[in-house]
């Protein structure tokens, strides 16, 4: 068993447990049960914004601890000050350290698409992210049948919530494309493995179609490289460790995207 499989396998039992602990009726009773949901792919499209996914998360099956102390209300402000686009929250605990508290707190904090992140396997999962406060759900094709994956889809968007698909390879993305997906992340780490490789974004945006927006995922460090992706199509950079490795995310986020506006502003064509 790979380490996706276990982390799956772990996650049906949680979402079994947790139906006990919280049934739906009591999860529709939050306050954000009825708020509108923002657009994550309209704010990756905003001219005004970097296209970063900043995101929270304090240790990972590959690297174990990366910041497990973190302060989710002063990093989240932070980065969404430096021009982060939206946030992307960790809410696994066992294999990532999150809490569905933390998306919580962000929320309560901040006006802006919040990703839920975690390992999604059954719409029980989608009502409490729309109970937390969340905007959008991951929804892993190497973790789920593309049939599987569908009904999910649809049953997020019932709630006003956005899908951001992640893909590691062509045949999950001609599986698993559907109408009620517009935003596609490339995840350019093997959840089987734990390797990494950003060739695999390059690879896969022309396979991508046209009027989807694109979101290039994982070993993101350097600028350059997001002014290379961008070129090639992406509109969105989900970026975690590069900033979570740090005492301070936030700060070294806003180096990050002043570092990256101002070799944008260098490469742009003067008029």
Do not use: W
């Amino acid at each position: 068993m790979n380490i996706l499989d276990e982390i799956i396998a772990s996650k049906y039992k949680e979402v079994a447990e947790r139906k006990e602990l919280y049934p739906v009726k009591l999860l529709e009773k939050s306050l954000y049960f009825e708020t509108a949901c923002l657009s994550l792919e309209r704010y990756l499209l905003r001219p005004d914004k970097s296209g970063i996914i900043a995101e929270i998360k304090r240790k990972s099956p590959s690297k174990g601890d990366i910041n497990p102390y973190v302060s989710v209300e002063r990093t989240s402000i932070g980065y969404m000050q430096a021009g982060a686009s939206a946030l992307s929250i960790l809410t696994d605990g066992p294999y990532f350290g999150g809490k569905n508290e933390d998306l919580v707190t962000a929320r309560k904090y901040n006006y802006c698409p919040i990703l839920r992140k975690d390992f999604m396997v059954d719409e029980y999962q989608i009502v409490e992210a729309k109970s937390i406060g969340a905007d959008a759900i991951l929804l892993i094709a190497a973790a789920l049948e593309p049939a599987r994956l569908k009904e999910l889809a649809a049953f997020a968007r019932s709630f006003g919530l956005e899908v951001l698909l992640e893909v590691h390879n062509l045949e999950e993305l001609q599986q698993t494309l559907c109408d009620d997906v517009t935003v596609v992340g490339v995840n350019n780490r093997n959840l089987k493995t734990f390797t990494t490789d950003i060739a695999l974004s390059f690879e896969l945006a022309n396979h991508i179609p046209a009027g989807i927006t694109k979101v290039s995922e994982s070993g993101l460090n350097q600028p350059e490289k997001l002014i290379e992706l961008r070129e090639a199509g992406y509109n969105g950079f989900l970026i975690g460790e590069t900033f979570m490795q740090h005492s301070r995310p936030e700060r070294a986020a806003a180096e990050f995207m002043k570092e990256l506006k101002m070799k944008q502003e260098q490469k742009a064509p003067v008029a």
